[in-house]
């Protein structure tokens, strides 16, 4: 059974990603907000709060709702530093870092980054899928892209996995 979950103040948009932190807070993503929630059996009620001095709920029940890039959200990861990223549909990708969130331009070389999947190598390397210029990989010295051009069959990538051997699929 599906129960619609009660929310008070401004609709959430298409819901499109939802993960759970390290410090179990639930990151929603719909249209081109994002919600955090620390889960509760009330009601959610998001405050609207500015991605510039960004306030994360702490107690059940609170929630913080920031507004995004111009472009929808497509995809949330967490990764295993506890950063949180944030795809945008044809605007690239935000990290949080949990103290501000940071956007990232597109790689230079790379004409169009709409981010739609992550995954993270064994080095702690995050890489990111993207719908039309391959995948990105986002090292501590910057950025590396491959393509068609690197063996990728295509550009458009939905979805990373590493496996025991790390290798990446």
Known sequence: ????????????????????????????????????????????????????????????????????SAGELDALYVSSRGQVWVGWREASFTVFDGRSFRSYPPPVGVVHVSAIAF????????????????????????FVSFDDDDGLTGDWVLSIFEDLRGDLY
Not at 40 to 50: I, K
Not at 119 to 142: I, L
């Open 119 to 142: 995954g993270e190598d064994d080095p702690g390397n995050v890489w990111v899928g993207t719908s039309a210029s391959g995948v990105v990989k986002v090292a501590r010295n910057g």
């Open 1 to 68: 059974r599906v129960t619609p979950w009660p929310l008070e103040g401004r609709p959430l948009g298409r819901v499109s990603a939802i993960v759970r932190d390290l410090e179990g807070r639930l990151w929603i993503g719909a249209g081109n907000d994002v919600v955090v929630w620390k889960p509760s059996a009330g009601p959610l009620h998001p405050v609207d709060r500015a991605p510039s001095a960004p306030v994360l709920p702490s107690q059940a029940g609170e929630a913080s709702r920031f507004a995004g």
